[in-house]
């Protein structure tokens, strides 16, 4: 069954690429409130897909915000495993959209690589589910273990509506194991399997300074300008050596183990490669951690934006009326994204000068995770991934946030496997965001393996097989 | 004759509203070159509009920027003094145009104010004088003295070709006094004089931190982030009590006397007043000096923008590849903005972390100058002031910029006279920017009766009078 299903994967490569092409095209932009209707639509192309492939229960379930594609195959019986599969339409807004060499949503094939926004993250990567399960489907008619999609609208916007949903419906979608591709290998040849993921919390300072925008011939040196009061509070959030200055904010850290800062350090992060990758002039950050351990198991505070005054060519003097900024903090495991999002409030407010009326706005707050490596679900994806790729995964700690991780691990007392298929330098949330197609139709494969792996390895009874 | 210009100016207001608001119609943004088509029409419109009152040599005279628009009547004769008339035609950006509650470039009267870009600034104020000349040449079909009009269409782009065409000129705009209508009185019964400008040093300061934009979950603690990096630097500029912490900054600051501060606190200027007018929780600066010395005679800087990453809607978790801050620096008589420039350039380098790549731009500098207030153009003007608003003018050291008064003073030997007409809440720079009514058409008899004091006060002979 599995040999029909690759060979049915390896021989509709142009027709498996033509459909995630059209999918791709919708600019589904969660963040962008003009684009929900395009939104429905990227949810709907699902809905049909889903449904054409063959999958049972395909619905269109809502939510508060942007609704939720559920859609299963249970037909291997209560004796397989069943496999949770999440993935997400939405994608990253496009600006700015000058730097973009091809146009975001007209996916564009140059030499092995397909462009496009949410080639990458996290349509492409979705979509290799769909094609592995279609490839069973399409030759054996059923698939080893049971299956369910979960696919979301709203990650790039914080998945506000996610955690109630999956609670609510945490019986619908109860699995033995939940698999996520939305994350990325080392590079074409080298499998990556994520230990770890940070939490975030995404706050909004603003402060007003005056009634309207004044005139900095009439007012500079007397009225205070907020966007120099913003950058003042905003530079004493981090010390000389990058640390964050808010008080309690290290509190809940727990300290690496030897253990874990030699596993840390084993892994593939090197200067060397950080430095190819972003061609920055220099690495910077704490000295007491290396670059591994910076990039994945500690916090990290980032402005992420500054709104206010004048930003267009020339030089108007205007002291703005009001400035704000856009603030992030990377979390790792034990450290509480609501409680640091009050923590960074208080402090806020405690050093905002009286010049200024500030206001402190919690955007999102979820938590980060640690996986356990031992449990069956994730040895068969590093079996699976060993397979395709002809060698074993290295482990890593990944920076990035996938609140979806800790509430899978909460809800559904099911082990996550974050199984990627991305490259580093993808262009993520960036101009000319891309996906390796080699990548792309070896992802398929890997998934086709690993769905046979997994009812194997926690199959309480072997299925009825084909012959 | 001065009765009867005086007496047609009042009976002629509502006509002289029509044209202003023609005037005021046209979008002329010197700063977006998307208006450039604009700023050709508002040049042509006063070119007709001048030819039309009947004054002589009527013309729109090239500049590598935008033409200057240039008229004069001489026909006073050489006994007579001659008054150079300077304003702009140009005006500011409307952003954030969402703020404005009438829509910028339709002028709409509500009450006793008009409200639109450029009405204050300075549209409004530059019509006073093509009113007051036709009231005079309508009615006895002369002037008292001999006039010329040097309306520039780039004031609010840092007049970055006036000094060269003002120099090349010299001889054409040779005049006994300057006059320029570009300031604001304390309130509709009391008018001011300028006693000084400051110069103006604007900045912009670039960094690139990576090649592309990063994602902060993936490079976070890892690539500085260009924000975070330039909040630092700007938040250094300036220390605890405001004042610039560039070395050599204040080395050619001269003292106030004890006179100069006595003079500047003898002003208008009051807590309680700037603080009804800017709506600020409170009020800020260098406790060394008092409000009315911060306010006019202080150096200043201030941060007027900052561009890079993501300021929409939502949680974008962007590390931008670059960020860049527009800075000013107002700065006092003496002070000298070029070499305020690169004292500045030099220290932003100086401080700058290796982690970025930094450029700083110089997108202007112009000198602030010290106006004497003895001569017998402003003594005039005192008088004009009085005799039309029933009292003395108060005098004040402006805290803006106008880079032509010292370039008058240097090439053209001819004492500048500061005879404004707007009012603190007009909103320059800003949305919803207005021009009071009375203001406006007691501008006019102030100009009418202006230019018959000054040819009283300054002639060498009075010449052939109407009877």
Do not use: C
């Not at 916007?157 to 609670?167: C, N, T």
């Amino acid at each position: 069954m599995r040999e029909q299903a690759l060979t049915y994967a390896q021989t509709h490569q142009a027709e498996t690429l033509e459909a995630l092409t059209a999918f791709l095209r919708i600019p589904s932009i969660s963040m962008l409130p003009e684009h929900s209707g395009d939104m429905v639509q990227a949810a709907q192309w699902l809905v049909d897909r889903l449904t054409a492939i063959g999958l049972d229960h395909v619905q269109m379930m809502p939510t508060p915000g942007y609704p939720i594609v559920y859609a299963d195959w249970l037909g291997a019986g209560p004796a397989a495993p069943t496999l949770l599969i999440y993935g997400h339409y939405d994608v990253q807004p496009v600006d700015p959209l000058d730097e973009w060499l091809t146009p975001p949503f007209d996916p564009t094939v140059k030499g092995e690589d397909i462009f496009g926004r949410g080639t990458a993250d996290d349509k492409g990567q979705l979509y290799i589910h769909v094609a592995a399960v279609a490839a069973y489907l399409q030759t054996a008619e059923r698939l080893p273990l049971n299956i369910k999609f979960l696919l979301e609208g709203e990650e790039e916007a914080g998945s506000a509506h996610l955690e109630d949903f999956v609670m609510a419906q945490r019986d619908l979608l109860q699995a033995d194991a939940a698999l996520i591709s939305d994350s990325h290998i080392l590079d074409p040849a080298t499998p990556i399997l994520i230990t770890g993921v940070r939490g975030l919390t995404y706050m909004e300072i603003s402060m007003r300074g005056s009634r309207q925008d004044l005139h900095s011939g009439s007012y500079g040196g007397v009225v205070e300008n907020p966007l120099n009061a913003l950058v003042k509070l905003l530079a004493s959030l981090r010390d000389e050596q990058g640390r964050v200055t808010i008080p309690g904010f290290y509190d809940d850290v727990e300290p690496l183990s030897q253990a874990e800062r030699q596993a840390i350090n084993a892994g593939p992060v090197s200067e060397a490669l950080v430095l190819a990758e972003t061609g920055a002039p220099a690495l910077w950050g704490d000295p007491d951690y290396t670059l591994a351990e910076r990039k994945g198991a500690r916090p990290t505070l980032d402005i992420h934006g500054i709104k206010g005054g004048f930003i267009g060519q020339g030089a108007k003097t205007v002291i703005p009326a009001t400035a704000s900024a856009k603030v992030s903090m990377r979390l790792v495991p034990h450290q509480h994204p609501k409680k640091i999002a009050e923590l960074f409030t208080q402090h806020v407010l405690s050093i905002s000068p009286p010049t200024m009326e500030v206001t402190v706005e919690t955007i999102n707050a979820g938590g980060g995770a640690v996986i356990d490596m031992s449990v069956p679900a994730i040895q068969a994806a590093a079996d699976a991934y060993e397979q395709t790729f002809g060698r074993p995964p290295l482990y890593l700690r990944e920076g990035g946030s996938l609140p979806i991780v800790p509430m899978f691990i909460d809800i559904l007392h099911a082990p996550v496997v974050l199984m990627g298929f991305g490259l580093p330098d993808d262009n993520l949330h960036a101009p000319n965001e891309k996906f390796h197609l080699p990548n792309f139709y070896r992802g398929i494969e890997t998934a086709i393996v690993y769905y046979d792996l997994l009812a194997e390895q926690m199959g309480k009874g072997r299925p009825v097989d084909d012959q």
